[in-house]
């Protein structure tokens, strides 16, 4: 691995790492990665601002938590399916519709214009924080930003106490493929550590460009990035929860595009879950949903149909991407709530079937008589309302569905949006005096860090 941050460079070597083939490199021995692996959480808790919405993984029932997309630069307005560049105002947009969605166990915050590009993670994190009590998912686009955002945190979670107790914010950490860790891909480690709270150990090769072509091969230089960062962080953050994160992408050849949802980026997703679950028993996550067309059309669930329970069935703990599009460059809220009932879906079909004497129900069958039904059978009065009934999509005929005007789950879904922004609480969801804390700590970081650039970063 390529380490450029001193600190780290110098713990790994007191912990027995070598100097590689080249200057930078480091080889992590075999006896240290095998001892980081073991002594790894293998459950996590990721909790929420309140304690209601605390999520244990793996779940119980074996099944995976969903998050919405992050880093999108891109939004669609849900009133009218404008698009225009991510702001502030569409991020709040973001929280108040994933406050509504009950499989969504997290949010991830977008990337926002309107602000310094340079302190945009702290401008959107803050914003997302203060609408929603649910877990939020930390991006920092660079090392002075780091702290910032760790305060921020702990002042939406009610203390840096408060944070470390209940951890209401985890972090990403994500070398750049292959196998090269930034100075803050190393100091997001060493921060999580000091403030208590679990690290996404994310992985983002691209097959065919920062990644080896096919998938099986894919499928292990992502895990050894992963490896990588576990490694790492039981070394200067021991007992750090460390939750594994190949999100795999594809190149497209023709175009130079990265693809997310090719059958080849998904192959890799699965291999590469599979490996990190079963082969090492870390948590692990990875997309369930997004797709690689502009827009939410029919292409579009297609894609995150078949991305998402390929997923589930590889064995994922949390499913992501819900209501990315365009490779996770753009955010469209009703998308989110298609992906939300989508997750219900999925969930239900990955929950094995009972089979017993009670569900199989074999002596009835033997009984029925020529021409009989089994509706009025108390064993299907018994059980017809565990049948998993669809919120959004609609189960119409069509005289039904023609005098609703050809009504959609798309129009279902735009419609529990706009009811979502609208009862969302203009100041948020936290006190005043949090809220005065978050703006000054975002203040401060656009003094502080802009002119650490000396003016080199614009308004975006």
């Known amino acids: 691995m390529m380490i450029v941050h001193p600190t780290v460079k110098a713990a790994l070597l007191r912990a027995g790492a070598c100097e590689g083939t080249e200057a930078g490199r480091l080889r992590f021995p075999r006896e240290l990665v095998a001892e980081a692996l073991a002594n790894a959480p293998k459950s996590i808790r990721l909790s929420d601002k309140t304690r209601a919405l605390d999520m244990e993984l793996p779940r119980t029932d074996g099944s995976f938590i969903l998050r919405t997309g992050t880093g999108a630069h891109g939004y669609v307005n849900p009133r009218d399916a404008s698009y225009y560049n991510m702001d502030l105002t569409a991020a709040g947009e973001i929280a108040a519709v994933a406050n509504t969605l009950d499989k969504v166990g997290f949010i991830a915050h977008p990337c926002v214009h309107g602000v310094p590009e340079i302190t945009a993670d702290i401008h959107s994190y803050g914003r997302i924080s203060a609408n929603t009590h649910k877990h939020v998912w930390m991006q920092p686009y660079q090392e002075n930003n780091v702290e910032y955002l760790m305060k921020i945190a702990a002042a939406a979670a009610g203390g840096e106490d408060a944070l470390r107790g209940n951890p209401s914010t985890s972090v990403i950490t994500c070398p750049f493929s292959p196998l090269e860790f930034k100075f803050v891909d190393t100091e997001v480690i060493i921060q999580a550590g000091h403030y208590g709270v679990p690290v996404h150990a994310c992985s983002l090769p691209s097959a065919g460009g920062t990644g080896p072509l096919f998938p099986s091969a894919a499928a292990l230089m992502a895990p050894a990035e992963v490896v990588g960062m576990v490694t790492m962080a039981h070394v200067l953050a021991p007992g750090t929860p460390v939750i594994a994160t190949p999100l795999m992408f594809a190149l497209d050849m023709p175009t130079g595009s990265a693809l997310q949802s090719s059958v080849e980026a998904i192959q890799a997703a699965s291999l590469s879950i599979q490996l990190v679950k079963q082969g090492f028993g870390l948590v692990a996550r990875t997309y369930g949903s ?3 067309t502009p827009d939410s059309d029919h292409q579009s669930m297609a894609d995150r149909a ?6 589930a069935l590889a064995g994922a703990d949390i499913l992501g991407g819900v209501g990315q599009l365009e490779c996770a460059t753009v955010f469209c809220p009703v998308q989110a709530v298609l992906d939300k009932e989508m997750g219900t879906m999925m969930r239900r079909f990955t929950r094995p079937p009972q089979i017993d004497e009670a569900s199989l129900n074999w002596q009835e069958m033997l009984n029925v008589s020529v021409g009989g039904h089994f509706l009025d059978s108390d064993h299907t ?24 005007g050809r009504r959609t789950a798309f129009n279902v879904a735009r419609d529990h949006d706009l009811a979502a922004i609208d009862a969302a609480p203009e100041e948020g ?6 809220r005065k804390e978050i703006a000054t700590l975002a203040a401060a970081a656009d003094k502080h860090i802009v002119e650490v650039y000396k003016g080199a970063v614009e308004t975006i």
């Open 306 to 311: 078949f991305l998402m329970q390929t997923g």
């Open 429 to 434: 969801v936290l006190s005043a005096d949090q």
């Open 381 to 404: 009065v018994h059980g017809c309302r565990d049948k998993q009934v669809p919120e959004i999509c609609p189960r119409v005929g069509r005289d039904d569905y023609e005098e609703s």
């Open 290 to 292: 997004g797709a690689d």
